[in-house]
């Protein structure tokens, strides 16, 4: 048996490398989990974990099967989706890509399989608390194939026609980013409001969750961002550096905002800018110089913040703000990308490029103006037709009942619960033939107060972790507290 034929240009610095920044980004998809577990009701906390991971076994599936082919195929010949030349992952060996030329091509595959499963999981927070779990394995499965994978193509293929329109788009502002944010938006113009949004007071029910999970999301994020760059010509570094920067300046600037109104500090609110800044910058996080995090992180620090007091005075119920981080960020960082791109940063690889504004190529903001606007479109308007084509099967109805919705989709969805104590009610008000079916509203039953103490009635203008407005109160009543429904 003859040996296969060496690849001598492959890199096993930059192989290891990749590998490496492979896992890191697999630490973000439990980690976005967990980050979005702490941010809604104690209720529902396991089901977000749940779909997260669930998100990255279905995708790796879909990956193997097409979605690779589909979304990075080298061969296909029109500029708007792959073909089928690597489906089943068919010659996807130690041949490199071409947009990884030192590294086996089932590295550089694995590695951006990470980007695609992450992906979904950013959107689904926009249905958080009140989404079925089976429709969103499924849509999971169609949405990355007629959603992720065409604009991957577009913007990371070499035949994509945003490719070979010369768009500056290094990590995923467009596929990842503004894909998952305004796919975040389908989800609530198609399933609506949460009960209860506006008139109850709903708030993070775990701090140290979000906390855990934003590590884990800043920690990947240097894999995220920098595991594609080169280590030889140093962009590798300049992305890791970039993306901490923007996080920090981002996570600052939105602390500073938030204090402004509260007059308080907050750690959720440090935590929701550094996101916002890391997103900002992923398309742009090897094509600029370090000094341009800066002035990327204090715009998406004041961009993405004013998107949530937006959306919160709009009534939007988007518990999580995935379309104020990643969409609006996604959109951001996009066009600054336009703005601070360094021909000579994107030099250091022997790559050709005018850069962006700051070398007089004004031309750029063009380009990716149309970046931008084609995958908000794509991926908003493919989205919502899904959904309400999905929507109209009875078994693919995306909303949980009025009761299940009540009761929290950590028990009715998965007959689990990521506390005790909720298991513990939620089986206690169950009736003794169908333990996982609730027949009546979870309820709390909150102990009298001391002899001689009054208790407020409050009725909540809070009903999103951002929202800053001040609690309405009622008039004080002496006695003992009213049934408490399950909110925390």
């Known amino acids: 048996m003859s040996s296969p034929a060496r690849v ?3 890199d096993m610095g930059a192989t290891v490398w990749m590998i490496a920044s492979t896992a890191l980004v697999f630490l973000m998809i439990p980690g976005l989990g967990y980050f979005y577990s702490g941010m809604v009701r104690s209720k529902n906390a396991l089901s977000l974990v749940f779909l997260c991971v669930m998100a990255l076994a279905v995708v790796t599936v879909q990956w193997v099967v097409w979605g690779y082919s589909l979304a990075l195929s080298e061969t296909s010949s029109n500029g708007f989706i792959g073909d089928l030349g690597h489906w089943l992952f068919l010659n996807v060996d130690y041949r490199p890509h071409p947009n990884a030329p030192t590294v086996p091509g089932v590295v550089f595959a694995t590695y951006q399989c990470m980007f695609a499963a992450l992906t979904p999981g950013l959107a689904i927070g926009g249905a958080a608390e009140r989404i079925r779990v089976l429709p969103t394995i499924v849509y999971t499965f169609i949405w990355t194939t007629v959603v992720y994978d065409p604009i991957a193509y577009w913007v990371w293929a070499p035949g994509g026609w945003l490719t070979k329109l010369g768009v500056l788009d290094f990590a995923g502002g467009c596929a990842v980013e503004i894909a998952s944010g305004f796919a975040a938006l389908a989800f609530y113009a198609v399933l609506g409001k949460r ?8 708030q993070p029910h775990n701090y140290l969750n979000i906390i855990l999970g934003f590590a884990f999301l800043f920690f990947g994020w240097f894999g995220f961002n920098a595991g594609g760059a080169s280590l030889v010509s140093g962009r590798a570094g300049i992305a890791f550096m970039t993306t901490n920067i923007a996080g920090a300046v981002a996570g600052i600037v939105w602390v500073a905002l938030a204090f402004w109104q509260q007059r308080r500090f907050s750690s959720f609110h440090f935590c929701s800018g550094a996101v916002a800044g890391m997103v900002c910058v992923t398309p742009a996080a090897s094509l600029v110089s370090t000094w341009a995090a800066f002035p990327m992180g204090t715009a998406a620090g004041l961009f993405c913040f004013s998107a949530v007091e937006v959306s919160l005075r709009l009534g939007i119920d988007d518990c999580i703000d995935v379309f104020a981080v990643h969409g609006v960020g996604g959109l951001l960082g996009v066009m600054l990308t336009g ?13 050709s490029s005018k850069g962006g504004l700051i070398n007089g190529h004004a031309h750029q903001l063009l380009i990716q103006l149309a970046a931008a606007a084609a995958s908000a479109a794509w ?9 309400r084509a999905m929507d109209c099967i009875p078994i693919f109805r995306f909303r949980v009942d009025a009761a299940a919705e009540d009761h929290g ?10 506390y005790s104590f909720v298991r513990d009610l939620a089986l206690a008000h169950a009736p003794a033939s169908r333990p996982h079916s609730l027949s ?16 407020a009635n409050e009725v909540a203008a809070i009903q999103h972790p951002h929202d800053t407005r001040p609690v309405l109160k009622g008039s004080p009543s002496s006695g003992t507290v009213a049934d408490l429904p399950l909110h925390k």
């Open 195 to 202: 009960r209860g949004f506006g008139e109850e007071k709903w």
């Open 440 to 455: 009546k509203p979870l309820i709390v039953e909150a102990p009298a107060p001391p002899p001689g103490t009054t208790v």
């Open 379 to 387: 991926s908003f308007g493919v989205s919502y037709l899904i959904l």
């Open 409 to 418: 989709l950590d028990f009715t969805e998965l007959g689990e619960a990521g």
């Open 8 to 10: 001598d240009n492959l």
């Open 339 to 351: 703005v601070f791109a360094n021909k000579h940063v994107i030099g250091l690889d022997g790559v």
